[in-house]
Each structure stands twice: as structure tokens, then as C-alpha cells.
């Protein structure tokens, strides 16, 4: 996992600007947090929350809210924008999702886990990353497991690299079969895994939670974003409640780029 420590202490900025480019994302996820977090100052652990976009934001709205990253330099980042803003985040940790660091069990209102099962390639490293933010979790916590999805990818090739199907048709078929996807020889990304929506609530569901919503970030906007995210005001606000509805029709799910699972804690 160094590579994926190393690859976001070079690109913190770019992470950060990320949910500006794409906003309905961003939106879409406030707004799901907004319906299923507990009222604040709950507390909040944010695992793999990265330049701090979540964090920072929720640490606005009043919750006590603890950043843990597997990058130093996503942390040192985090606090800087956070002092930018006035904020102060309660606590900030560096970390491995799969393999949590000295904190609190069972003391936890909600957790975030909405980037590293991104990277994690098999279904081993997935689960444990989803035990360690059960055990963290206090008895009907909330817990909020975001995936990357399995044709994603695919999109991302018809926009800015079509050759690429051209030149790596092993890789290819690698990605749609298993959903792992290594980094490539270039070493421009880090391993990334794209899930199929069909494998999310399984996963989930064997690791001791309740389903309680499972949403595409982007709605109906995956990839055709840049004219929404020009508006201002109630258009805007209209095109972000328009697109959280329509992320929660399972028929839409494998056009999202992004799936936010929800779920509660069982006793």
C-alpha cells in the first residue's frame, strides 16, 4: 500500500479539486449524509478520507469528526485547509483502513468509509477494511462504504484515452471479468478495484450490517456533467435533488461512477 500512500502525498491538491469538478458527486453524498447521519456533535471517524473535503465539511456542521489516512501528506493538507476555514478537525491519524490504529472501540456514531476499497484488489483486504469499521462502530452505528464501479472505468476510456482498449486488451478484459484493475507499467495510478453493484450489499450484509440505501453519487450525470455544474441557486439545488432520487433506482446503478452504501450496525 506505500504506492497509494506515495501516489496521494504527490496529488492532495488534485483530490481536493476533484469534488469541485465534479459536484453533483459531492452534493449527492452531503445530502445522503445529511439523511442518515445522527443529529450532531455525533462522532465521526473518517477512514481514508483523504485531503479532509468530508471531514472538513461535517466538523462545519457540527459533528466531532476524526480524519485517518493512509497519506501523510492528504493529512498535513487537510489541516491546512481546515486552518484556511477556521476549522478544527478533533482528530487527525494516519492509518490503514484494513488494519486500524490504537482507537476507540465501539464508540463511534458513524463511520466513513468512502476511498479506500477503492484500492484494495481482493476480497480479503475489502472485508477486513469493512470488520475494522465495524469495530469502531458503536451497536446501530451508520456506516457509509463507497465503491467505484465496475464500468467506470470504461467511461473514463470512451472520454479521455480510447486506444487504451486498443493497447491492453488483456487488462481490459482483466477489469470487466474480475474488477481488478493493477497499476500499469507507466505507474500513473495506483491499483484501483471497480466493483459490480450486484457484489455491494453481499459484502456488506455478511459483515454484521443493515442495508439501509444504496445510492449512485452522480444520478443521471455521470460524465455529463459540464453544464450543470456551471448553475447556481435553485437550478442547482433542483438538478442535486433530481439526481439523489434517481441515484437510489437500482436500474441506474452501473451507470453511476460511484455507489454510496448505507447501513446500520446490528447489535
Keep these: ?20 469538478r465534479h459536484r453533483t458527486e459531492f452534493a449527492v453524498t452531503l445530502r445522503a449524509l445529511d439523511a442518515y447521519l445522527p443529529p450532531s456533535p455525533a462522532a465521526i471517524l473518517d477512514i481514508g478520507g483523504g485531503p479532509g473535503r468530508y471531514a472538513i465539511e461535517l466538523t462545519r456542521r457540527g459533528y466531532e469528526v476524526t480524519l485517518l489516512d493512509l497519506s501523510q501528506g492528504n493529512l498535513s493538507f487537510a489541516e491546512e485547509k481546515a486552518a484556511e476555514q477556521s476549522i478544527r478537525l478533533a482528530h487527525v491519524v494516519q492509518g490503514d483502513a484494513t488494519e486500524l490504529p490504537s482507537l476507540p472501540i465501539a464508540e463511534y456514531d458513524a ?48 472520454i479521455n484515452n480510447p486506444q ?28 484501483f478495484y471497480f466493483a459490480h453493484p450486484d457484489e455491494i450489499r453481499p459484502l456488506m450484509e455478511s459483515a454484521g450490517f443493515e442495508t439501509k440505501n444504496l445510492i449512485g453519487c452522480e444520478g443521471v450525470a455521470a460524465g455529463h456533467e459540464e453544464t450543470i455544474n456551471q448553475v447556481e ?27 454510496l452504501y448505507i447501513g446500520r450496525k446490528k447489535p
Design 164 to 191: 487504451w482498449i486498443i493497447d491492453n486488451p488483456l487488462r481490459l478484459e482483466q477489469t470487466l471479468q474480475t474488477g481488478v484493475h493493477p497499476t500499469g507499467p507507466d505507474k500513473r495510478h495506483p491499483d
Design 1 to 20: 500500500m506505500s504506492f497509494v500512500a506515495d501516489h496521494y502525498d504527490d496529488h492532495s491538491d488534485h483530490e481536493w479539486q476533484r469534488l469541485q
Design 233 to 259: 441557486g435553485e437550478l442547482w439545488q433542483k438538478w442535486v435533488a433530481l439526481n439523489y432520487q434517481l441515484g437510489q433506482e437500482p436500474t441506474l446503478h452501473s451507470a453511476a461512477d460511484h455507489l
Design 111 to 158: 463511520v466513513l468509509l468512502m476511498g479506500p476499497l477503492y484500492h484494495l484488489l481482493s476480497l480479503a483486504d475489502r472485508r477486513q477494511a469493512v470488520d475494522e469499521a465495524r469495530k469502531v462502530l458503536r451497536p446501530n452505528g451508520a456506516i457509509f462504504a463507497a465503491f467505484v464501479t465496475r464500468f467506470a472505468v470504461i467511461r473514463d476510456l470512451v
